[in-house]
């Protein structure tokens, strides 16, 4: 098993997503850890999924 692309990282007021890859941060900075979109972006990386769930995300911060 290699090593995931994408991971959560805790930094200060809430979790950021690393991108293994590019070694660089992506999205927004997120108060709960988004594991359900890690999963998406780590396995299918259905677009209409990934945008449904940063919505969602994005929601939770407001």
């Known amino acids: 098993m290699g090593r995931k692309r994408y991971v959560a990282r805790g930094v200060p007021g809430g979790y ?15 108060e709960l850890c988004p594991d359900k979109l890690l999963n998406e972006l780590n396995g299918e990386k259905n677009s209409e999924k990934i945008t449904t769930l940063l919505r969602q995300y994005r929601a939770q911060k407001r």
Do not use: E, S, V
């Open 16 to 30: 950021r997503i690393w991108d293994n890859k590019t070694r660089r941060w992506w999205g927004d900075l997120y």
